[in-house]
């Protein structure tokens, strides 16, 4: 929760900015760097997927960070 749990800190205006899917993406990279790295996986093939929304993010994850 970059702005913390307050609901009311998370809904002022401008922070809505960050809600991307360019951030979401990035967001993704970043925490399966981490766990790869956690768990001592850095071999490991990731598999993205979902269905709307979520298919949309895992098909321009595939193209965005092909690594």
């Known amino acids: 929760m970059p702005f913390g749990w307050s609901n009311e ?3 002022k205006k401008g922070n ?3 809600l991307s899917a360019n ?3 990035a967001d993704m990279s ?3 760097k981490v766990v790869k ?3 001592q996986a850095q071999d490991s093939p990731v598999i993205a ?4 929304y979520g298919g949309m993010l895992a098909s321009w994850m595939r ?5």
Do not use: M
């Open 9 to 11: 800190e998370s809904l």
């Open 16 to 18: 809505n900015q960050f």
């Open 23 to 25: 951030n979401a993406l």
């Open 30 to 32: 970043q925490l399966i």
């Open 37 to 39: 790295e956690k768990y």
């Open 49 to 52: 997927f979902g269905g709307s």
């Open 63 to 67: 193209i965005k960070y092909p690594d």
